[in-house]
């Protein structure tokens, strides 16, 4: 995986001169604002329940060793098993392990960007064992054989008649577009058949608690429920930050999560996993594994980076995000798209196969008013700027330029002297008042940029004094 700026801009430019594309994105993200702010509204105190969770958070990351040894005893003590693994490779043989084990040739799947993030499909996939994504976004998206575009809505950039010749071709019968009711009822029957066949059932984790090492889940379509109970063998992933130490701070986060993320009071589904099936229950898994990953995460402890671990991966950022609104998710080039797709993922894959994502943002600040942990992303923006700079993976011209404009702007004289040549030389250019920015420079559509006034501030500011 890895994506180079020309790469990324040839992408973002794409897509945005596709207008299916920019109505789709505009009419999902411009529901889940809306939504968003409405649920928010509807709190007591909105803001201050974001600066509870802030501490929350903040105080689970300062202590996450002590949390992840009580999560995995507590949750061995019910009956579940605990595997850890320090990168992608290992999370995704360690899930195929488990496969094999049980002899499982079919695998169902509820939504998970970590399984996303370890390519879990393709390695399932390559031994033989089919991963079916129950998710109605990622079920799209699987048959289009595309990833996600969203965090929430992997499937936000799919208009009804897409996904009618892609249910048509499964259902192997033609289905009207514009029956709805028909085409999820389609998905539903060719799905429910997979739940009873699968041998093993795939989900993410949304919170782990740590006091009773339970694995919490949300959904609003149920598969999550019937990933986790109708297998024999549940197997969850989780990355090494999910995790709060009791039940009154998960509490806060479902409180938040389903608000920012859907603006829901609460998901249509919340499950509880701990451990597998009792003796008695009616029914549930025999076996629960469950796969804790690191994957880079724990190089951000105690650095800059360590708030970026906050993330409950809740997407308001996104909608909010004006160059994800115009760029849509694939530009990004891995599963975590938009303004915290642009710091996690150098720190998962790293900065120098994802130089271009810390660039992909205005540093308008529209991500951290949207975030439910306040997570400060323009700072992490302008972190991972200045360690691409330090480790000199800006291009040559770049630094060529800045260091130019360091001596230069060292030196009144000079600079002076210069923003009278450049006036003089803008003249045959600029057209009432402003320049035309080439599309090529730009990072998205064109757009024009301001000429340079006739009289520098300085000129006026001694003008004024003198007069
Ligand atoms: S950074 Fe904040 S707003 Fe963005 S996905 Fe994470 S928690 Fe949600």
């Avoid at 390519?119 to 998710?135: F, I, M, R, Y």
């Avoid at 892609?166 to 997979?194: M, N, Q, V």
């Avoid at 608000?259 to 998901?267: D, I, L, V």
Wanted: hydrophobic content about 45%; overall charge neutral.
């Amino acid at each position: 995986m890895s994506l180079t700026r020309d790469r990324f801009r040839e992408q973002a430019l794409k897509a945005a001169a596709d207008p299916r594309l920019q109505a789709a994105l505009e009419g999902a993200t411009g529901r889940f604002r809306h939504a968003r702010l409405d649920a928010l509204a509807e709190l007591p105190d909105a803001d201050a329940l974001r600066d509870h969770f802030k501490a929350i958070r903040e105080a689970t990351l300062a202590r996450l060793d002590e949390h992840l040894t009580v999560f995995e005893q507590r949750a061995t003590e019910a009956g579940a098993h605990v595997h850890w693994a320090r990168d992608a490779t290992e999370a995704a043989y360690t899930v195929l392990r488990i496969a094999h084990r049980h002899g499982a040739s079919l695998a169902v799947k509820s939504k998970s960007m970590t399984a996303e993030e370890i390519h879990l499909n393709d390695v399932l996939e390559a031994a033989g064992v089919a991963p079916v994504e129950t998710d109605l976004g990622e079920w799209i998206i699987q048959l289009a054989n595309e990833p996600p575009s969203h965090i929430i809505g992997p499937a936000i950039h799919k208009t009804r008649q897409q996904v009618a010749e892609l249910f048509s071709r499964e259902a192997g019968r033609p289905l009207p577009p514009d029956d709805i009711p028909l085409l999820t009822s389609t998905a539903r029957r060719l799905l429910r058949e997979k739940f009873l066949a699968a041998g093993v059932g795939i989900s993410g984790v949304n919170v782990a608690v740590a006091e009773t090492g339970s694995v919490v889940l949300v959904t609003n379509e149920g598969n999550g429920r019937l990933v986790t109970s109708a297998p024999p063998v549940h197997v969850a992933i989780m990355g090494i930050e999910k995790i709060v130490p009791t039940w009154d701070d998960a509490a806060v986060w479902l409180a938040l999560l389903a608000r920012s993320a859907t603006g829901q009071p609460m998901s249509v589904y919340t499950s509880v996993i701990t451990g597998p099936a009792r003796p008695d229950d009616p029914d549930g898994p025999r076996e629960v594994h469950i796969v804790i990953l690191d994957n880079g995460r724990s190089r951000a402890l105690g650095t800059p980076f360590e708030e970026l671990l906050q993330c409950i991966r809740c997407g308001a950022c996104l909608n909010v995000c004006p160059v994800y609104r115009e760029a849509g998710g694939h530009a990004y080039g891995n599963p975590y798209s938009g303004p915290i797709g642009a710091v996690v993922a150098p720190l998962l894959f790293g900065l120098c196969e994802f130089p271009a994502l810390p660039e992909a943002s205005s540093l308008c600040g529209a991500c951290l008013d949207a975030c439910p942990a306040r997570i400060d992303i323009p700072r992490l923006l302008l972190e991972w700027r200045a360690t691409a700079v330090e480790e000199r993976l800006t291009p040559w011209y770049e630094r060529l330029a800045l260091r130019l404009a360091a001596r230069v702007l060292a030196h009144r004289r000079l600079a002076e002297a210069i923003s009278r040549a450049a006036r003089l030389l803008q003249r045959p250019f600029a057209h009432n008042g402003s320049f035309h920015l080439p599309t090529s420079l730009d990072v998205a559509r064109p757009r024009r940029l301001p000429a340079l006034a006739e009289r520098s501030f300085r000129e006026l500011w001694r003008d004024e004094l003198a007069g």
